[in-house]
C-alpha cells in the first residue's frame, strides 16, 4: 500500500501507527491502560492520569491503587 493510499483512506501510514504504538507503550509503562492503541484514548488516559495522580485504567474507567 503505497503512502498517498493510506492518507487518502484515512488509513493511518506505518510511520503515524508506530508513533501512536510507541506513545501506548510508554503510557502502559507508567502503569496506564489506555483504551486502545489510538493517539486520541493514549492523550486522555494520560491527562487523566496525570490531572488525578494515579494510574488510569481505561478497561474498568477507573483509577489504579
Not at 492518507?7 to 504504538?21: F, G, I, V, W, Y
Not at 507508567?30 to 488516559?45: H, L, V
Amino acid at each position: 500500500m503505497s503512502v498517498g493510499f493510506a492518507n487518502h483512506r484515512e488509513l493511518p501510514t506505518a510511520k503515524q501507527h508506530d508513533k501512536e504504538l510507541q506513545s501506548y507503550y510508554d503510557a502502559t509503562r507508567q502503569g496506564i491502560e489506555p483504551r486502545s492503541t489510538k493517539s486520541k484514548d493514549i492523550d486522555a488516559a494520560v491527562k487523566l492520569s496525570n490531572e488525578a495522580g494515579k494510574a488510569f485504567d481505561g478497561i474498568s474507567m477507573t483509577f489504579k491503587n
